[in-house]
C-alpha cells in the first residue's frame, strides 16, 4: 500500500467466511472437545445399552456381550458371528 492509498475497510478486508463468523477449527481439536463434552455420557449410555442386549441375549452372543474379547470374529464360523451380530 503506499503512501496515498486509503486502507481497506475492514468489513472489505474480510473473508465471506470471517463476515459470517465461520472458522477452521482443525480435526484433532474437534475430536478432543466431543469427546470431554459427551464421553462420559455416551460411556453411561453404551453401557446401559450393552447390559439391556447382555439380558436379552442367548447364547454366543451373551458370552460376547458379558467379555467382548472372548471371541475373536474371524476365528468364529459364520452362524457365530450372525449371533453375536443379531444382538
Do not use: C, W
Not at 477449527?25 to 447382555?54: D, N
Not at 454366543?60 to 458379558?66: E, G, I, P, S, V
Amino acid at each position: 500500500m503506499g503512501s496515498g492509498d486509503i486502507p481497506p475497510d475492514d468489513d472489505q478486508a474480510k473473508t465471506p467466511r470471517k463476515q459470517e463468523g465461520a472458522f477452521y477449527t482443525p480435526a484433532f481439536i474437534t475430536r478432543y472437545i466431543v469427546e470431554q463434552a459427551l464421553g462420559g455420557v455416551l460411556q453411561v449410555r453404551f453401557e446401559a445399552l450393552r447390559r439391556q442386549h447382555e439380558a436379552e441375549a442367548t447364547g454366543t452372543a451373551r458370552k460376547a456381550l458379558a467379555d467382548p474379547s472372548a471371541y475373536d470374529l474371524t476365528a468364529l464360523n459364520e452362524p457365530q458371528r450372525k449371533a453375536l451380530i443379531r444382538f
